[in-house]
C-alpha cells in the first residue's frame, strides 16, 4: 500500500510569490491535514479536511489556505510568501472511525524556502 | 500556550538499556496520545498510541504508559538500539464529541541518542 506522497519534496521561492503544495493521502483514508515544521515553533497544526470539508483550522493567517478534492488529495496554498514561511510543510492522513481517534500517517514533507 | 511539553530536548542512552521518554500536556480533554520517531528532513513516523481508558499500552520493544491523573506520559524502549536514535514526539488529539478530529497538537521534542 502506497504511503502518503507530498510533491514538490523541494521548493525555493522569491517573497511575494504564491506556492501550492500538493498531498495524496494514503489509498482510503478520507482525512488530511498539514503541519508546519519550523526550528522555532516545531511542528504546528496548520488545517484538516474531511470528505472535502475544512473540519479544523489552526492560528496561521489567511494567507495559509488549502483544500481537498473528491478523490481525497489535497493541496494547500501560501501567498504573499514571507521569509518567516521557510519551513517543513507537512502532510497526514488518518482513516479516522466514528469516534475520530486513528493514527495520522505522514509524508515526507515540502521544504519550501523562501530567499 | 503549550498545551503538550517534553521537557528534556535531549536524552542519550546506552545500547541494551531502556530509553524513557516523558510527556506532560495540560488540556484535560485530551483523550487519545500518540509517539512519533522522526528523522531530519523526513516526515514524522508513527510508533504507537494509546486512549486515555487505558493506562498502558504495548508493541514489541515500545511501551506507552498514560497517568491520567498526572496528565503525564512515557515511551519505554526496551533494548535500545542505536537505530532508534531520531527525535521522539509526542502529540495529542481531543477526539470526544467529535470537534477536533484529526488535529494533533505535538510537543517539542526530545532527541534521543543510542550509543553501541
Not at chain 1, 526550528?39 to 496561521?60: A, I, V
Not at chain 1, 489535497?74 to 502532510?91: P, Q
Not at chain 2, 516526515?43 to 498502558?56: A, M, Q, R
Not at chain 2, 491520567?68 to 509526542?90: E, M
Request: glycine content about 10%.
Amino acid at each position: 500500500k502506497a504511503g502518503v506522497t507530498q510533491t514538490p519534496r523541494y521548493l525555493i521561492k522569491t517573497r511575494g510569490q504564491q506556492v501550492t503544495l500538493s498531498c495524496s493521502p494514503i489509498s482510503g483514508h478520507r482525512s488530511v491535514s498539514w503541519y508546519q515544521q519550523t526550528p522555532g515553533q516545531g511542528l504546528q497544526f496548520l488545517f484538516e479536511y474531511f470528505s472535502e470539508t475544512q473540519r479544523n483550522k489552526g492560528n496561521f493567517p489567511g494567507r495559509f489556505s488549502g483544500r481537498q478534492f473528491s478523490n481525497s488529495r489535497s493541496e494547500m496554498n501560501v501567498s504573499t510568501l514571507e521569509l518567516g514561511d521557510s519551513a517543513l510543510y507537512l502532510c497526514a492522513s488518518s482513516l479516522l472511525s466514528n469516534r475520530g481517534n486513528a493514527e495520522a500517517f505522514f509524508g515526507q514533507g515540502t521544504r519550501l524556502t523562501v530567499v | 500556550d503549550q498545551q503538550v511539553k517534553q521537557n528534556s530536548p535531549s536524552l542519550s542512552v546506552q545500547e541494551g538499556r531502556i530509553s524513557i521518554l516523558n510527556c506532560d500536556y495540560t488540556n484535560s480533554m485530551f483523550d487519545y496520545f500518540l509517539w512519533y520517531k522522526k528523522y531530519p528532513a523526513e516526515g514524522p513516523t508513527f510508533l504507537i498510541s494509546i486512549s486515555s481508558i487505558k493506562d498502558k499500552n504495548e508493541d514489541g520493544r515500545f511501551t506507552v504508559f498514560l497517568n491520567k491523573s498526572a496528565k503525564h506520559l512515557s515511551l519505554h524502549i526496551v533494548p535500545s538500539q542505536p537505530g532508534d536514535s531520531a527525535v521522539y514526539f509526542c502529540a495529542a488529539s481531543r477526539n470526544a464529541g467529535g470537534t477536533s478530529y484529526g488535529k494533533l497538537t505535538f510537543g517539542q521534542g526530545t532527541i534521543l541518542t543510542v550509543h553501541p
